[in-house]
């Protein structure tokens, strides 16, 4: 190959790199132009994908009805999932073997790290590269920052606190977790946070924040003060503060984060009521 050309090629890529195109979906590529062209079955009957087969096997609407009662959705089965996981080990089997599109392009299920048993669960929202390529939370230069300003205040990751995301796998590219990705999720973090029975809970960013408290506002109107989070055995603490990466991009922000862990540590230590 010529150099020129080579250096373009090169080029294009770096760029895609740099556009968040970082997984490789197929392991060969696929020629688009030369697949048949589906036109869409205007059809009032409803199409249900069978495994095996090239075209969606259409199914009468009175066929549907019977069989709708039989087919969990996946949010249903995640649930009934977690409910059953007794332990942190049954829980991440019971997460790797649920089926989600995140599962088939990230490499590593990233579920916890640190200390179940500190009093203190971290909650972030999605594991990035780093954190994928080594299925930990937060060791990437977000999970660098987090440790710095936990150490700020007198906590270590490998003594005094324990952290999790709302989802366990990776979004390609670094994209902001779905409604549906967080939905499906979502019972097996409530499931996580009683079986670590944290006495309290620092929320880091919106997603979280939003997520768990059911929250409309943004996260610089809830960070700042606790919120209570209902759950099965009894009301845990929630501090909502801003998310390192955020705080990686506005550094003028790490003014109030500060303040939040201020509060924190002041909690744990009983100085101030948590409320
Ligand atoms: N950001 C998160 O929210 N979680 C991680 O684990 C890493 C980066």
């Known amino acids: 190959m010529q150099a020129g050309l080579r250096e373009e090629l ?3 890529l770096r760029l895609q790199i740099d ?11 696929l020629d688009r132009f030369a697949a048949p062209v589906v036109h869409p079955d205007p059809a009032p009957t409803a199409a249900i994908a069978t495994p095996g087969l090239q075209a969606p096997a259409l199914l009468a609407p009175a066929l549907l009805a019977a069989a709708l009662p039989a087919i969990a959705t996946p949010a ?14 049954a829980l991440r089997a019971a997460i790797a073997e649920t089926d989600s599109p995140l599962r088939d392009t990230a490499t590593n299920l990233v579920f916890a790290d640190g200390v179940a048993e500190s009093g203190l669960m971290l909650i972030g929202e999605a594991p990035g590269a780093d954190e994928d390529r080594l299925g930990r939370p937060f060791v990437g230069v977000s999970g660098q920052l987090l440790d710095r300003m936990m150490a700020s205040i007198g906590l270590e990751r490998s003594k005094n606190f324990y952290l999790t995301n ?3 796998w990776r979004p390609p590219g ?4 779905t409604d ?13 946070i009683t079986l670590v029975r944290p006495r309290h809970i620092l929320l880091l960013g919106g997603t979280p924040a939003k997520s768990l408290l059911r929250a ?15 759950m099965e055995q009894g009301a845990i603490p929630a501090l909502p503060t801003l998310h390192p990466a955020y705080l990686l991009r506005s550094p003028a922000a790490k003014r109030e984060a500060w303040a939040d862990l201020v509060l924190l540590r002041r909690t744990i230590d009983g100085e101030v009521a948590a409320g």
């Open 19 to 29: 556009w968040g195109v970082d997984e490789a979906l197929e392991a060969a590529p």
């Open 180 to 192: 549906g990705e967080i939905a499906l999720f979502l019972p097996f973090l409530l499931r996580h």
């Open 76 to 89: 249903a089965l995640a649930t009934g999932r977690a409910a059953e996981a007794g332990s942190l080990e």
């Open 10 to 12: 090169l080029a294009a």
């Open 166 to 168: 709302i989802l366990p």
């Open 216 to 230: 409309k506002d943004g996260i610089t109107r809830l960070r700042g003060r606790w919120h209570s989070l209902p």
């Open 174 to 177: 670094n994209r902001t977790p």
